[in-house]
Each structure stands twice: as C-alpha cells, then as structure tokens.
DNA sequence: GCTCTTTCGCTACTGGTCGTAGCGTATCTG
DNA sequence: CAGATACGCTACGACCAGTAGCGAAAGAGC
C-alpha cells in the first residue's frame, strides 16, 4: 500500500453518503436537495441549541420540510445525528509533511478544531452516550465517525513507514496493537482537554502532547 | 506537604457529601435514609436502564419515595446522576507503591473497573454532554468527578518527588503543566478505548499504555 | 404533653418531545 | 396517461421533566 494523501471525498458509496434511500426506482424520487438541508439545519440547530434543545419539530421547519419526512430517512433523532456530525469528519486527512511528528501535530490540530465547534461539542458526547445502549447506533458511530479517524492514524505510520522513520525489526502485530493504543491516547486526550477539562487546544499544547507520544515509545522510531 | 495515601473518605464536608440540605434547624428533619435510598436507586436504574431510560418516577418509586421528594433535594435529573456517579469515584485512591509506575497501573487499573461498571457508561458521557451546555452543572461536575481524579495524579506525582524518582531540576510550572496533560492522557485515553472504542482495558494494556506513557517524557525522571 | 415547624406522600397538572397514522397532493417513471 | 412513490399537513398517543397544592406525619423546643 503506497503511503498517500488521504482527500476529503472518498467514500466507497459516494452517491449514499448519508441515508441509503430505498428508490427501487419506479415512482417520484427522493429530493437530494431535502437530504442536504436536513443535514445542514441539523448542524445549525446544534450549534445554537446542542443535543438537548434539538427537536425534530425544529429541524424540519429550519430545513423547509415536514417532519414526517426526517423520520422517512432517518429512523430517529441520534441516526440524524450521526449522519449530520460524521460529514464533518470525512473532512479530516493526513497529508504527508515529511515527518510523524509533524503528520500527528497536524491531525490533532484539526481535531481540536472539529471539536472546538459549538455543534460537535454537546453532540459527539450524547451521541457516544446513547451508543452504550443501542448497539445499532454503537456500530453506526463506529463506522461513521471512529473507524475514519482511526484510518488517519494508520495513514500517518504508514507514511512514516515509507519515509524510513520506524524500527523495522518491530513485527507487525506489536505495530497493530501500538496504532490502536496511539489511537485511543490521541482522541481520547484531546477529547477530554477540550469537553472534560474545558481547556483549551493550542499549538504549543500540541507540540508538548506529541512530544510526549512519540519520543518515548521504546524502540518505535529508529 | 508529605507524600500520603488518599483514603476514600476525605471531603471538606463529610457530613453534606450529597446534597446540601438547608435545613435550620427547627421542625421535621430530613431523612438522610432517603437520600442513600434514592442514590441507590438511581445507580441501580442507571445500571438497568441508561441515562435515556433513567426516569425520575421510577427512581422515586425504586427508593420508595414520592417524585416530589427528589425534587426537594435535587433540582433536576442531571444533579441528581451527578452526585450517584461522584460517589462512586469517591472510592478512588492512590497509595504509595514504590514506583510511579505501579503508582499509575494501580490507578488506571481503578479508574477501568468503574468505567466498565454498566451504571458508569453512559451516564458519564451523557453527563459530560449535559455539561457543555449548562455552565452550573459543568462546574458541579467538576467539582464532584474531574477533580477527585486529578488529585490522584497529583499526589503520585508528590509521591514520587519523596522517592527521589523526579528530576529536581524541573521548575514548577513546567511540571505543573505536565500534571494537566498527564491527567487528560490518562483519563482521556481510558475512557476513549472503553466508552468509544469499546475494548476491554486488560493488565496487558495498562502497562504498555503506561510505559508508554512514562518512559519517554523527556526530563521528567532522572 | 403541646405546639410549631418542616418534611413527606399523594394526586393532579402543564408544557414539551418523540415518533406514528392517515390523507390528499405533487412529482417522477414507463 | 397510468401507476408508483415521495411529500406536506394535521392530528394523535405515549411518555417524561418539573410544579402546585393539600393533608398528614414526625421531629424540635419548651
């Protein structure tokens, strides 16, 4: 696998990004234009009122539609949800900048900035507190929001991998368990500075947080 | 200030350690049975239900006790799971174990096990997600569930100045720093990989995460 | 023992939300 | 043009947070 630029736009299914529409193609299609403004007042509403004060009631007047017709696309209100926060995720990539260290410090800094807006605050929290119950949505955050995160983490080693950066003795399990952990510790700690503690992300924050994550790890770099 | 061991019991007020009652002093008083009946049930509804399942009615009819009760105690849903989950972390300590690093196993190891309990899942993020919101309950939530653990990683901090493990060179408000990002990494990681990724933090992975943690932090040990 | 004060349990109520049902209409396919 | 589907609208059922008002219980202080 060549180490590359992960862009914004590469879903396997671009056409279904969000809700996958039952057209079996006879009758009056689903208006695309509907689906984006649902998506779009979803994120307005959550920016001015967070997870809590949004109603259903009010996104569908926000977006100019009834609201019969969110619930013919999205089962419920934490399925809108999830469609309406993971497209901004799929606006995060991993551009090759010649170092891991650098690479990381970028992606923690678009991160931060994600999580920064007033519309992903309230929601990314409630969303993973309702997916402890409901293990439909559970695999649906995972899918939608997660596992795109993860795939930068991996991007950025290989990356690294390419430029001659890592040990290449460590085998290859180790080097799995290690992204998975690397993963946890970056969004977890981002995540807790800026929703737990409420402090704020800066770059000098973030170029001691990487330090600490990448000089360390024994034998991971050459 | 000596290095030593956090006892569970340790609150400026130990005798208003739920909620304050304003009594003066004069007719009937409160029953403090109550209180633990109702904090019970709502753990104990919490585990069965979730934070979305979770309703005031059923808690008061699980404590045996009126609605109306709860509600001369805590003013809203929120406050009340605020102080049921505090009073788990409560329980949290970190005794000296001759090494920062047993120090840090034996308290992620802690912090895991009330992370995997069923009535701490969702109701931590669904509180967090609250507290973005509301300014007064962020602060409580502080108070009653961040701060407790940060006080941890303080004191293995001392604990591990007493041993001589620190660099003595470090000015104080570089390490003061350290401790804030320490404790967001670990807090933070922990609750990333059981609450989001939703793997099991084993003995295995706590000290990988550990090691990794520590070894690398440039300066910090001598 | 008596009174005063506060709490308690109960019932009823308001206001609001999710999610659904039914119907007539609009819009596209073949 | 006919069939099929999506759409907007209104109304509705179920549920829940939080409040109001009352009579009764249970202590405190004398």
Redesign the interface.
């Known amino acids: 696998m060549a180490p590359t630029t992960r862009q914004p736009a590469e879903h396997p299914d671009p056409a279904a990004a969000t809700p996958p529409p039952p057209t079996r193609g006879k009758g009056r299609p689903r208006s695309a234009a509907a689906d984006q403004a649902i998506l779009d007042a979803t994120r307005e509403a959550l920016a001015e009122l967070?997870?809590?004060?949004l109603t259903m009631g009010d996104v569908a007047q926000r977006a100019g539609v009834a609201k019969t017709t969110l619930y013919r696309r999205w089962p419920s209100k934490s399925e809108l949800v999830v469609d309406a926060i993971a497209s901004l995720f799929d606006q995060l990539e991993c551009s090759d900048r010649g170092s891991l260290q650098a690479d990381i410090e970028a992606v923690v800094a678009r991160f931060a900035e994600l999580l920064t807006r007033p519309e992903t605050?309230?929601?990314l929290?409630?969303l993973?507190?309702?997916g402890?119950?409901d293990v439909h949505l559970?695999r649906r955050?995972?899918e939608r929001i997660?596992q795109p995160q993860k795939v930068l983490v991996q991007l950025g080693r290989a990356n690294a991998q390419a430029r001659g950066e890592m040990d290449p003795d460590r085998d290859a399990a180790t080097a799995d368990?290690e992204i998975?952990?690397i993963?946890?510790?970056i969004?977890?700690?981002?995540?807790?500075?800026l929703?737990?503690?409420?402090?704020p992300v800066t770059p000098d924050?973030i170029r001691?947080?990487t330090?600490?994550?990448l000089?360390?790890?024994?034998g991971l770099l050459r």
Chains 1, 2 share one sequence.
Request: proline fraction near 4%; charge should be negative.
């Open positions: 967070g997870w809590g004060g605050q309230a929601a929290l409630a993973f507190a309702e402890t119950r559970r955050i995972r997660v368990e998975d952990i993963f946890d510790t969004a977890g700690t981002v995540e807790h500075r929703l737990v503690s409420g402090e924050w001691r947080f330090t600490l994550l000089n360390p790890f024994p």
